[in-house]
């Protein structure tokens, strides 16, 4: 059974910490990992991982996956009461054709203290 | 360009009561998803499809029922609403081609109540 698992469930730090989020995913016909952030409502997009070992940076976020040992991180550097979220992780997987479906994790729960 | 809506925001309905969540996307976007968000859960499939008149079984179907009829809609029927579909619904589109094909653009989500 395809499964995606983030660690830690929930962090609080303070502002100006750097922070690291885990995925781990154990997947069929992986195509590539994704990472969205989810404030109120809507989970929004951060970062598509396709390679192992390119970090994509954006800001203060970068992120980096290693298809070996199958998992990735998204490291948040000088955290601001913002970055506050659920951080999903989620695996794209191809099931034949045009059929791909995403995989998600439970999530990582960030909270950033003044 | 709104990109994904839901309607409605907000439902509270009683057991054994039915309802249609809709969401509709402007993006022309192939591929549309329903979700449904539980805690300690994370994000569910429910069903997807991969293009007008075409519906598919995701993770956890039953209970549900889905149709595609125009490309830019795609419905989430509740026939007979049971206590543990209380969640939060949201739906998605993706489009196709090149650079982040993958993404999905997500909705804002439909927070339903059954009592």
């Known amino acids: 059974e395809d499964k995606v698992v983030q660690s830690p469930l929930s962090l609080v730090v303070h502002e100006g910490d750097t922070v690291t989020l885990n995925c781990s995913y154990e997947?069929?016909?992986?195509?590539?990992l994704l990472w969205y952030k989810q404030e109120k409502k809507a989970p929004t997009f951060l970062f598509m991982l396709t390679s192992s070992g390119i970090e994509k940076k954006s800001g203060r976020l970068s992120s980096i996956l290693d298809k070996k040992e199958l998992f990735s991180i998204l490291n948040i550097t000088a955290t601001q009461t913002g970055d506050s979220a659920i951080y999903l992780c989620a695996a794209n997987a191809n099931y034949g054709g045009a059929t791909n479906k995403l995989i998600f994790g439970t999530g990582t729960l960030l909270a950033v203290q003044p | 360009n709104a990109g994904v809506t839901q309607t409605p925001k907000f439902r509270v309905l009683k057991t054994g009561q039915s309802m249609t969540l809709l969401c509709a996307q402007d993006m022309n976007h192939e591929y549309m998803y329903w979700y449904r968000q539980d805690p300690g859960m994370g994000l569910r499939l429910i069903h997807y499809?991969?293009?007008?008149?075409?519906?598919a079984k995701g993770e956890v179907p039953d209970g549900y029922n889905v149709s595609r009829l125009k490309k830019q809609n795609f419905l989430l029927g509740l026939e007979s609403a049971a206590p543990s579909q209380t969640s939060v619904y949201f739906c998605?589109?993706?489009?196709?081609?090149?650079?982040?094909?993958?993404?999905?653009?997500f909705g804002p989500g439909t927070r339903l109540t059954v009592l």
């Open positions: 997947v069929t016909n992986f195509r590539s």
């Open positions: 998605a589109s993706r489009g196709t081609g090149t650079g982040n094909y993958n993404e999905q653009f």
């Open positions: 499809s991969v293009g007008e008149g075409t519906t």
